[in-house]
């Protein structure tokens, strides 16, 4: 339709609009589904609303779907739905446009890589992972490390990504509001990361995930699990990553009531 040249514009508002008048929540789905995630309890009565409302856009235009016969139910993608769309409660649904597919495994599942070296030979290996991110493409989650994993988050960390790809190859450093810093954003991730990968080789214990010293795009996606589950922390550890982190997802995860 050539008329509509502008698909986020007035169009994906009117259609918002009446998706969002059509449709609820159904309070006992909301809370089999977000009840035993702690960091989405303590929300203000507005911050859930706000996130219902989200959720609903999210379940309406992203898809969902199943691999290897895991029957993925209205609890499980609502649940999903809610953590991925925590870090966008002050940004907006279009920070996840350009794709729509959510392809949910039973279980961790294997992914053929292969790179070519610099003797120019092929090397070809299976990952096993828990979640990815495809550019451009869709979120692939395990339903048991999201379910039952308490090491990891992997929804938060796998959006974290998808914010992170916004601006190009994934580095850690996401597309900064007008008014934020990228040398403040740059010399706090730094040093953190310096600092976390010191303690790692010391054999310290790292606190975060020691994943997280893969990449300074891990590090990213690790450290905003942190800031959502256990902000105190992140702030007290962090405090310039979490300076940082409350600009760029224009949310104050400590200040809410026993984060
Ligand atoms: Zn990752």
């Known amino acids: 339709m050539r008329y509509f040249t502008d698909p986020m514009g007035w169009f994906s508002e009117w259609r918002r609009k009446r998706v969002l008048a059509r449709h609820r929540i159904d309070d006992a789905l909301w809370r089999s589904a977000t009840g035993n995630l702690a960091f989405i309890s303590r929300l203000s009565a507005g911050e859930s609303e706000k996130l219902k409302r989200l959720v ?10 199943g691999a290897h016969d895991i029957d993925v139910t209205d609890a499980m993608r609502v649940s999903i739905a809610a953590q991925a769309c925590l870090p966008i409660l002050e940004l907006g649904l279009d920070w996840y446009a350009g794709w729509t597919g959510i392809v949910i495994y039973p279980g961790d599942f294997r992914v053929k890589r292969s790179e070519v070296d610099e003797a120019g030979v092929l090397h070809e290996w299976d ?3 828990a979640g990815e991110a ?21 929804v938060l960390h796998e959006f974290a990504h998808k914010l992170d790809m916004l601006n190009g190859e994934p580095n850690g450093m996401p597309p900064l509001h007008a008014g934020m810093d ?3 954003w740059a010399a706090a ?31 990213f996606a690790v450290i905003s699990e942190a800031f959502f589950e256990e902000p105190g922390e992140t702030k007290r550890r962090y405090p310039d990553v979490y300076e940082q982190l409350k600009l760029f997802y224009r949310q104050d995860p400590a200040s809410r009531r026993s984060g």
């Not at 609903?56 to 779907?65: P, W």
């Not at 975060?208 to 891990?218: C, K, M, N, T, V």
């Open 56 to 65: 609903i856009l999210f379940l309406s235009e992203k898809q969902f779907s």
């Open 127 to 129: 990952d096993e992972l």
């Open 134 to 154: 495809m550019p451009g493409g869709p979120v692939v989650l395990s339903w048991d490390a999201a379910a039952h994993d308490p090491r990891i988050n992997v």
């Open 182 to 184: 990228r040398r403040a």
């Open 189 to 219: 991730f730094k040093e953190a990361l310096q600092g976390f990968c010191d303690a790692l080789e010391r054999g310290r214990d790292t606190w975060l995930d020691p994943y997280a010293a893969e990449h300074p795009s891990e590090f």
